[in-house]
């Protein structure tokens, strides 16, 4: 029997020559590609911002999170802790390489975390780190962090993305190049860069933690919701993170699977204290937060996949429930506004001081979700007596915005998302909040292993936190991801983080069938 080989569009298939009317076996040699509908990059630098959700599959860091986001091995093998001395010492694999072939090696790590540390890099992740008082490399595949003070989400913090010193040393960590063609460890490496329109990414067969199934992810860029649903519909994407109302009209559809994945992900409104008028009426903040119809807006805006919001910590072992979650209450609103001295003028808004009372929200373009639930808020705001209005810049301006749909949340330790987004003059609070108590609450909480200890500093640094709002909190989402039936793989449990970013942690295991 002979052996023939066919081409057809791309398919290399192997046939078997046989006579007219046996049953032939066809073998097909299909390179397997995953499209995914993508917000678009300016760079991907793991280092200095935090929510790419590519970067998992370029990096690895010397830890990682599983499907229950818990803490397990990355680059580290095996680790562990001196109490006495506070020092972490990590045992890194030995046949881990760089995707240009280099071995990885502790001082990778050191040279990963003091870019992160070093204050004129500008990392929104120094915060993470600033226990740090020594980092030591002992060997090619060993290194120790001697910790200040105890820092219980240190291995947490340790998934964070180790970059090659041999190809950054001497740059600049937020300019360099790098960054526009990065080499990890990770499962895939970068093919080609389209700006704009798409970053491929091909498998490396040289993982050191094997290689992964799908040949070929491409990370199509579609910044704009409405356009990853119609896209996904004609079969240019395969998997795409959609807002409720367009992830309902796949659900009847067998070609999709349709994934509503729980998120630690919450939005709400940020007040800019940097702002003049906060200044002068931060005392009005909690009329804002009792004149917000939680559930009206997550019923109007995400189809009731959601729950209204109080905290940031709503799910995470350490919530406290015993805080004012600023239900709504229109008239205690006007109760509040009165009582500051605000007096309703004939067009319906309060005045204060001859100043109309309200302010504008600020939201990002191309986040439809975000705009809804500004639009409604402000709506909402207007019925109370509030002049509240919405725009969306092409850019964001941190420092000179009245007011911002923000978003936060993290599946992982209590540490994350609350330090860096409360703390005074920490690298991810762009709302120059600033509480002596929040701040203290929140140090005790990072500094003790015992969980009582945490539990108690957590429910205080609550408690403080909803007498004197940094946010007029909405609502947690649901992550809804849309893809194509035959990928297979997907962990639906998984609770997301931020933007819903997670869903990648297991890439390496999926398959197209």
Known sequence: MKKGILTIAGMLLTVSLVSAGTTVPVLADEETTLVYGSGDYT????????????????????????????????????????????????????????????????????????????????????????????????????????????????????????????????????????????????????????????????????YFKGEPSIDKIVFKIVPDDNA?????????????????????????????????????????????????????NRDLIPAVCYGLDRQAIIDAVILGQGMPAYGPLQRNIYNCEDVEHYDYNPEKSKEILEAAGCEMGDDGFYYRDGEKVGFVISVRAGDQVRIDMAQIAAQELKEIGMDVSVEIPAQTDWAGQMAFLIGWGSPFDADDHTYKVFGTDKGANYSSYSNEDVDKYLTEARQSDDPEVRKEAYANFQKALAEDPAYAMICYIDANYVADSNIKGINPDTIMGHHGVGIFWNVADWTIE
């Open 228 to 280: 990853k649903a119609l896209q996904l519909k004609s079969g240019e994407l395969d998997l795409a993170l959609l807002t409720p109302k367009d992830a309902a009209s796949f659900a009847a559809d067998d070609a999709y699977t349709c994934y509503d994945m729980k998120t630690a992900d919450y939005r709400g409104i940020m007040f800019n204290f940097g702002n003049e008028y906060w200044q002068k």
């Open 43 to 206: 760079r991907i630098n793991p280092a200095m911002d935090e929510h790419g959700e590519i970067n998992i599959l370029i990096f690895n860091g010397l830890t990682a999170h599983d499907g229950d986001n818990q803490v397990v091995p990355g680059l580290a093998e095996s680790w562990e802790f001196d109490d006495a001395t506070n020092t972490y010492t990590f045992h890194m694999a030995e046949d881990a390489k760089w995707q240009d072939g280099e071995p990885v090696t502790a001082d990778d790590v050191k040279f990963t975390i003091e870019a992160i540390m070093d204050p004129e890099n500008g990392s929104e992740n120094a915060p993470n780190y600033e226990d740090v008082e020594e980092i030591n490399v002992v060997d090619d595949h060993t290194v120790e962090f001697k910790l200040e003070d105890k820092n219980v989400a240190f291995l947490d913090y340790m998934t964070m993305a180790v970059l090659p010193k041999h190809l950054l040393e001497g740059e600049d960590m937020q300019t360099s190049d790098f960054f526009r063609n990065p080499i990890g460890t990770g499962p895939y490496k970068i093919e080609s860069w389209d700006e704009g329109q798409a970053i491929t990414l091909v498998k490396n067969e040289d």
